[in-house]
């Protein structure tokens, strides 16, 4: 099982700066990395896969990078509607599907 | 627009079962896998097993803490997916969603959840 290890646990970031968030893969899972976004009360939202593809409505603030073990989420110019939790999942090697603990981001 | 709708969840006590049922609609639904994935409140998210599409026969998998409790299956004509949770406990009370797979195992689309609470 492909343990996937996320950092920060909270990030505290003032609207209109950038949010830098961190996903590591006990072993390699080549660009099969997902991140998704979970606001209070909601169900989480696809925002990034592929490691660095936007799903579709995904805002170009998102950004995400990596391959390999190590990848990031980037998102600029924070908006309100940015801060919650944020989840990756590694979809290389399965069963199982493995998500990473979550990091929340929070308002500074 | 692409819909998924999940029912049945509820209070059961430990060795019971539940099933629970998820409806979609917007898409064709025979072209994809369906997931399930729980959240214990307050916490993260755990991948519980997929069912495939006819193409793929219709296989699961499973995470190994429902393997042999719990089974996936699917009406394709009515747009359908069911969890069948069988000797429940404790530590499956969550959070269940359904999802919409694409490239499998990429969830593109969640229902809003249902909740199981187990319970004596």
């Known amino acids: 099982e492909i343990l996937m290890t996320q950092s920060p646990a909270t990030l505290s970031v003032s609207p209109g700066e950038t949010a830098t968030l961190s996903c590591r893969a006990s072993?390699?899972?080549?660009?099969?990395l997902a991140w998704y976004q979970q606001r209070p009360g909601q169900a989480p939202r696809l925002l990034i896969y592929?490691?660095?593809t936007r799903a579709t409505s995904t805002p170009a603030r998102f950004s995400g990078s990596g391959s390999g073990t190590d990848f990031t989420l980037t998102i600029s110019s924070l908006q309100s509607e940015d801060f919650a939790v944020y989840y990756c999942?590694?979809?290389?090697?399965?069963?199982?599907?493995?998500f990473g603990q979550g990091t929340r981001l929070e308002i500074k | 627009e692409v819909q998924l709708v999940e029912s049945g969840g509820g209070a059961v006590q430990p060795g019971r079962s539940l099933r629970l049922s998820c409806t979609t609609s917007g898409f064709t639904f025979g072209d994809y896998t369906l997931s399930w994935v729980r959240q214990v409140p307050g916490k993260g998210l755990e991948w519980v097993g997929f069912?495939?599409?006819?193409?793929?026969?219709?296989?699961?998998e499973y995470a190994a803490s429902v393997k042999g409790r719990f089974t996936m299956s699917r009406d394709d004509s009515k747009g359908i997916a069911y969890l069948q949770m069988n000797s429940l406990k404790t530590e499956d009370t969550a959070v269940y969603y359904c999802?919409?797979?694409?490239?499998?195992?990429?969830?593109?689309?969640w229902g809003q959840g249902t909740l199981v609470t187990v319970s004596s």
């Open positions: 072993q390699s899972v080549s660009s099969h």
């Open positions: 069912i495939r599409h006819k193409a793929y026969g219709g296989a699961t």
């Open positions: 592929g490691a660095s």
């Open positions: 999942q590694q979809y290389n090697n399965w069963p199982p599907i493995t």
């Open positions: 999802t919409r797979g694409v490239v499998v195992t990429v969830y593109d689309y």
